[in-house]
């Protein structure tokens, strides 16, 4: 379909894309794989790998279709506001989709456990099936498999990394300053400065998961506490790579002077994201490490 534009007052309709498509596969892949990899079935590693790549490639050609667009200047004001409400709602989906795990974590420690420790009125099923089962979180649940483990505690590496991720929120935010008063020098170090912090937080992450199953014996097998902790903080994490890589985008952007203080949607959607990313590791740091 070819694009339509008949002028500055008409809405922008940009030719057929394959782009959505392909980050259905890729995303498809990447849970499939996973999902086979944690089982133990090793060619799970390279379909997960295979999605990640195609993931990037989905990245690179979307993000480089959008700039040309931008460039070519065929957007109006109301394409812009349909640019950010799509960024709202997308955040949007993204809150409700840790809220679940969340919830879950909050239902499976509040709620399932006292019911397995013989508390309210499922006492009668605790001493038929988990007699003797102390209610005391973290647990593994009524049948741990995996041995004993050690929690991770919130002091180390989760709360320098706490303090990396909103160090890169300020430095993200100088960054948005110097945007607004068309600084180019400081918009450039400031998004240096934020890409470089969250790799560090995702090198750091790294090195926690290694340290929890070479150490702690804290791993996916670990019943309740195995699943949710690396559920939450490794899908908090796969969020940072992608705000890495969008930040990195508009870093290349910067750089070729693409943003003015009246143009630069594309810096403000990778900076709701990544301060939403923010405010999920400070709920993940209280919720999953400190409590």
């Known amino acids: 379909m070819a694009s339509v534009q008949h002028g500055p007052e008409h809405y922008y309709v940009p030719e057929s894309s394959p782009w959505p498509i392909v980050a259905m596969v890729s995303a498809l892949l990447i849970v499939f794989g996973l999902a086979l990899w944690i089982n133990?079935?090793?060619?799970?590693?390279?379909?997960?790998?295979?999605?990640?790549?195609?993931?990037?490639?989905?990245?690179?050609g979307w993000f480089r279709d959008v700039v040309r667009e931008n460039l070519a200047n065929v957007y109006n004001e109301q394409v812009g506001?349909?640019?950010r409400q799509g960024m709202f709602w997308f955040i949007a989906s993204e809150v409700f989709f840790f809220l679940s795990f969340f919830g879950a974590l909050f239902y499976l420690r509040f709620i399932a456990m006292s019911w397995m420790g013989g508390e309210g009125y499922l006492a009668m099923t605790h001493e038929l099936l988990y007699s003797g089962f102390e209610a005391v979180w973290p647990s593994a649940g009524p049948e741990p498999t995996a041995g004993e483990f050690t929690p991770m505690g919130a002091w180390g590496i989760p709360a320098l990394n706490t303090a990396i991720l909103l160090s890169s929120g300020a430095t993200l935010t100088w960054a948005h300053w110097a945007l607004k008063k068309d600084d180019q020098k400081q918009l450039i170090w400031g998004l240096v400065a934020t890409v470089v912090l969250g790799l560090i937080f995702v090198g750091f992450q790294a090195y926690?998961?290694?340290?929890?199953?070479?150490?702690?014996?804290?791993t996916l097998e670990q019943g309740i506490y195995g699943s949710t902790f690396f559920m939450l903080t490794g899908f908090h994490g796969f969020h940072v790579i992608v705000g890495a890589i969008m930040l990195l985008a508009v870093l290349g952007r910067a750089v070729k002077g693409h943003f003015s203080p009246h143009n630069?949607?594309?810096f403000e959607a990778a900076a709701w994201y990544w301060h939403f990313v923010d405010v999920v590791w400070l709920a993940l740091f209280i919720f999953v490490y400190w409590m």
Do not use: P, Q
């Open 40 to 60: 133990g079935i090793t060619v799970g590693s390279y379909i997960s790998i295979g999605g990640f790549i195609l993931l990037g490639v989905m990245f690179y």
């Open 81 to 83: 506001r349909s640019f």
């Open 208 to 218: 926690e998961y290694v340290h929890a199953y070479r150490d702690l014996n804290l």
């Open 264 to 266: 630069h949607f594309a």
